[in-house]
């Protein structure tokens, strides 16, 4: 059976490839099945052995394509928030419709001005979140469709990425056979799907703690306002655990799956297991305590540089407090650890869908939620961000963009002092720090008072 009316989230992490495969029925959002397969040819999240990748996502697609029934040719995918960059984009057109009704045709053409604006030759925008538009003058409107005036405005925000990264990932998921969709931004993704509608909007900070890397995203306003990337996750923890206890990686990833604690207070002593000692003929015994100290190293190292960037720029106070998710919250004391080092609020979210209770599978459920969830509006928009990705876009979806009418550009504009930033721990520098400082001081207040 071919792929009809479901939604396939496709995650491609560093050390798993995790697919979800899902419905919408009767406005009720199901799980179908899922897929994994260990991951090739990627580093840090980024693809750096495309066939390797390919044949990874391949085996993942494959699974869940047997426990499904279905045969898969189309996937939402999701990009990491490596060298994210958030930007102003505004776009001005006017109506030249005889009637001055405002259609989605509009809206594309809108979308198609912003987006000009804060193009680039080194980055392309993978989401563009509308957060107003403006009718001759009137402004606060969410839908514009159907409204009657001769001007529309957007402002919006961009999210754009590495073109080269986004371009390598998208050739490995093409070579797997797939055609993609849509790309969402990870953070986006899970900010939405994970966070309720209060942490979004009084302020948040998410931390996925993944296998090849650890993100954490601050969501202030329904905005996503701030990511930083530490190059540090379960991979690391694995390869602590093999040169410590001088073990091979396949077995520390087993021993740490097993026998791990995040929090050492939690992990006896008493409790022991043998490893077999690369060189020794004679396996050695270790206890709960010592792996979980080894593993609470490295896990400190990964909070400690989180909650430096995030003391930086103000946002260790924000009331919605702190979402740890991912594969590494999976180990037990992984909560308490967080709050010995964040502070009691701190709150663990796994995916409660049946058959899908581990956070392994965060990422890959929000971006089939995610997509679910788009309005017609935003299926507009993000069908023309698409299109800068592939000119044929326009003739694998309805294409409301197919055909222009009359309506004529006015101006665009993109600034570049929006609520933003990323910066990859790999190039952090104190001078460009200091030159930031005072842009991020009033980052997360209220509107009333910036």
């Known amino acids: 059976m071919h792929q009809s009316g479901v939604t396939v989230g496709l995650d491609i992490g560093t050390t798993m490839i995790k697919v979800v495969v899902s ?21 840090h999240g980024v693809v750096i052995d495309i066939n390797a990748t390919a044949a990874a996502v391949k085996a993942a697609i494959k699974q869940a394509e047997d426990k499904a029934n279905l045969e898969i040719d189309e996937v939402v995918l999701g990009l990491p928030a490596n060298n994210i960059e958030i930007l102003n984009a505004d776009g001005l057109v006017s109506i030249a419709n005889q009637n001055k009704r405002i259609t989605y045709q509009d809206v594309a053409n809108v979308t198609e001005q912003a987006l000009s604006g804060v193009s ?3 980055k392309a925008v993978i989401d563009l979140i509308p957060q107003e538009f403006i009718v001759d003058g009137f402004d606060g409107i969410q839908d514009p469709s159907d409204m009657i005036g ?17 371009e390598n990932i998208r050739t490995a998921v093409q070579k797997a056979g797939l055609s993609i969709r849509e790309f969402t931004l990870a953070p986006l993704a899970m900010g939405e799907s994970i966070l309720d509608d209060g942490e979004q909007d009084f302020g948040s900070v998410l931390i996925d703690l993944a296998g090849g890397q650890s ?24 390869k602590d655990i093999s040169t410590v206890l001088g073990i091979s990686y396949a077995d520390a990833d087993k021993i740490k799956k097993e026998h791990g604690y995040a929090d050492p207070d939690m992990a006896s002593a ?18 709960e305590a010592y792996l979980s100290q080894i593993i609470a190293a490295r896990l400190a190292q990964i909070y400690d540089r989180i909650k430096e960037r995030l003391e930086f720029v103000g946002a260790m106070e924000l009331p919605g407090g702190f979402i740890i998710t991912g594969g590494n919250t999976a180990l037990p004391g ?21 058959g899908l209770r581990h956070p392994a599978y965060a990422r890959a459920l929000a971006y089939t939620l995610f997509d679910s969830r788009q309005s017609e509006l935003d299926k507009v928009i993000k069908q023309v961000v698409m299109e800068q990705f592939d000119e044929h876009a326009a003739n694998k979806v309805t294409p409301y963009h197919q055909v222009r009418d009359d309506s004529q550009v006015i101006e665009g504009q993109a600034s570049q002092n929006g609520d933003q930033y990323y910066e990859d721990a790999d190039d952090a520098s104190t001078g460009f720090f200091g030159r930031i400082r005072n842009r991020f001081s009033n980052l997360f207040s209220d509107d009333e008072d910036e």
């Not at 419905?23 to 040819?41: C, L, W, Y």
């Not at 529309?152 to 080269?164: Q, T």
């Not at 993100?215 to 694995?238: C, Q, R, Y």
């Open 23 to 43: 419905s919408v029925e009767n406005h009720r959002f199901n799980v179908i099945a899922t897929g994994s397969a260990p991951s090739q040819g990627i580093k």
């Open 215 to 238: 993100t954490a995203s601050v969501v202030h306003d329904h905005k996503l306002k701030f990511t930083f990337v530490d190059p540090e996750g379960g991979d690391n923890i694995t």
């Open 270 to 287: 008493d409790e022991t297991f043998m490893v077999n000692v690369i060189g020794q003929k004679e396996a050695q015994s270790i206890s």
């Open 120 to 122: 680039s030759p080194d």
């Open 150 to 166: 001769v001007r529309l405005e957007m402002h919006a925000l961009a999210y754009l990425g590495p073109n080269k990264m986004i």
């Open 334 to 354: 992984s909560l308490e650890f967080a709050r010995a080092t964040l502070g009691d609020n701190v709150h663990l979210t796994v995916p409660d869908q049946i």
